[in-house]
């Protein structure tokens, strides 16, 4: 039994290969994840013109179910850390679809907060659990195996608005009813995936044992986190700008349709998506922090020229920015837990979260500045976020070997 373990602890000290089929399932699921996210605020038109709501309660469904993600989600991973549950991710797939359910056959406002409600909850159990299973079957490539993971959410996301436009929007509420085919497919693979979690867990915790850590302490670690805080909530109140309402903005500004303005956006989102994907290796190759940094300055310009360009430059500077500032996301996450080894759950939690609560909290204050000021105020606002990304320029060296 001793050789056996020794055996362990030195295969795992070896350079190992990431598997593939494992953070290829965790994408999917996350597609699948996402993707019905998504759906809620391409929807908003509709039930916007269906319950008479204004830009305010628009913004509240957002806040709902973001603000419920972004609470949970550090503190489950906090729990798994500790006492892992791999069996979560199928049951936060389960409570997604209850979500699903209310959604398409909500009667009022007050049902429609408790499906985003629920929709939140579902998220929040899955985004911790399944980062760290992406991580564990990384390989050491843990920049490459966020971003695969994290691409699969934006493939979702980007795929979500595009859904709504050919299937939802034309037949109506209950139309979202066809999303259940997606989360009893969520459930299938993440209860796979649970399977190879715990089949695998003795092998993982002797690598865990075997591997050596440097992390930050003290003012470096509070310097790191507070940047990266200030970073997420610069990227993701731009995201939640357009995500929430750029269709809004084109359909005021350019007149164009609901399905037109749907598929612009999907061609923003599909950038986001490509950006996340490039991130990761490039990452890997040259460092987290020059990533970072790189992303943020980079997309600066083409941010600030958007609310003065006509409906082709619009896209086009949308797509531009969205590529470019979505490298950073897996960057980011890999930067927090390299700081915090063997904390991986509770980092991706934090992350995670910290998305939901920016993205949620911004929705709702978009929105209200947007009933007070307009859609093209809100939108030149926005604007000069990127801006904030020369806080990078705080991020300590991080020099974190952790395996896990």
């Not at 899955?126 to 564990?136: G, K, N, Q, T, Y």
């Not at 691409?151 to 139309?175: S, Y």
């Not at 440097?214 to 995500?243: D, N, P, Q």
């Not at 300055?297 to 619009?314: E, H, I, K, N």
């Amino acid at each position: 039994m001793k050789d056996k373990i020794g055996d362990e602890r030195n295969s795992s000290s070896q350079p190992q290969k990431m598997i593939i089929q494992i953070v290829g399932a965790v994408a999917i699921a996350h597609l699948l994840n996402d993707l019905i996210q998504a759906v809620l605020p391409a929807i908003y038109p509709m039930l916007k013109a269906n319950f008479a709501l204004s830009f305010a309660q628009v913004g509240l469904i957002s806040f709902v179910y973001q603000i419920t993600g972004s609470l949970l989600q550090p503190w489950i991973g906090l729990y798994t850390d500790k006492y892992p549950k791999p069996y979560l991710l199928p049951i936060g797939a389960a409570v997604t679809l209850c979500g699903v359910l209310l959604l398409a056959f909500s009667p009022s406002f007050m049902v429609l907060l408790l499906a985003s409600a629920l929709i939140g909850v579902g998220s929040a159990t899955f985004h911790p659990e399944a980062s760290r299973v992406a991580r564990l079957a990384s390989g050491g490539r843990f920049g490459t195996a966020q971003s695969t993971f994290q691409v699969g959410g934006n493939t979702g996301t980007a795929i979500g608005p595009l859904l709504a436009a050919l299937i939802i929007v034309p037949f109506g509420q209950h139309a979202v009813a066809w999303l259940v085919a997606f989360s009893l497919l969520a459930i299938w693979i993440l209860s796979k995936v649970s399977q190879w979690s715990i089949e695998h867990a003795k092998t993982q915790m002797a690598s865990k044992i075997s591997v050596g850590m440097h992390k930050l302490h003290g003012r470096e670690l509070i310097m790191a986190i507070g940047t990266i805080c200030v970073l997420m909530f610069a990227k993701f109140t731009y995201i939640a700008s357009i995500s929430n309402y750029f269709t809004f903005y084109l359909i005021h500004k350019f007149h164009v349709s609901l399905a037109t303005a749907q598929l612009h956006l999907f061609a923003f989102l599909a950038a986001v998506a490509v950006g996340t994907f490039a991130g990761g290796p490039i990452g890997d190759k040259i460092g987290r922090k020059a990533v970072i940094w790189v992303s943020f300055v980079g997309m600066a310009p083409f941010a600030l020229l958007m609310p003065y360009a006509d409906l082709f430059w619009t896209t086009v500077l949308s797509i531009i920015a969205g590529l470019v500032l979505s490298s950073a996301f897996a960057a980011m996450v890999v930067y927090a837990q390299e700081a915090v080894p063997g904390r991986v759950g509770m980092i991706s939690g934090l992350m995670f979260g910290l998305m939901f609560g920016v993205s949620g909290i911004a929705a709702a204050g978009l929105g209200y500045l947007a009933d007070i000021n307009g859609i093209e105020w809100v939108f030149k606002l926005c604007s000069f976020l990127p801006l904030l990304g020369v806080a990078a320029v705080f991020l300590p060296k991080n020099r974190a070997v952790s395996k896990l």
